[in-house]
């Protein structure tokens, strides 16, 4: 949103999270939706998405699973990204086409995995 995008949706299960969120986009004099949800059922009714960031509990087994959610719902736009920040270790799998996995950065003990979906 800082940087111009249209729109912005927060989506996370902990109180606590939601209400940070809340307070940042205020403090900034931002406006965003912000949904109190656990991201796998989110994904059932959201729309589309031109960028999505996951940043699931790293070792906890959700960032495969909201991927195939993405995949099965078919959220992201074409020409849409995804970008996963998981602990060094995890792999993505490999995604079914048109979703790719692309370039990955490792930042530490972090990685960034960039996916998208081909035009």
């Known amino acids: 949103l800082s940087r111009g995008a249209k729109s912005a949706v927060f989506v996370d299960e902990s109180g606590e999270a ?8 205020t403090h900034c004099g ?5 949904a109190r949800n656990d991201a796998v059922s989110f994904l059932e009714h959201c729309g589309k998405f031109d960028l999505v960031f996951l940043d699931p509990p ?4 959700l960032m495969e699973a909201v991927l195939r959610k993405i995949i099965q719902f078919d959220i992201l736009s ?6 996963c920040e998981t602990n060094i270790e ?4 490999p995604l079914t ?3 790719f996995v692309g370039r990955v950065y490792k930042y ?7 996916c998208g979906k081909k035009t």
């Open 18 to 25: 939601i209400k940070i969120v809340k307070n940042n986009l």
């Open 58 to 61: 790293y070792k906890s087994g």
């Open 30 to 34: 931002l406006t965003g939706e912000v």
């Open 97 to 99: 086409n048109p979703y």
């Open 108 to 114: 530490g003990k972090v990685k960034l995995t960039v």
């Open 78 to 83: 074409d020409g849409g990204i995804i970008i």
């Open 90 to 93: 995890t792999e993505i799998p």
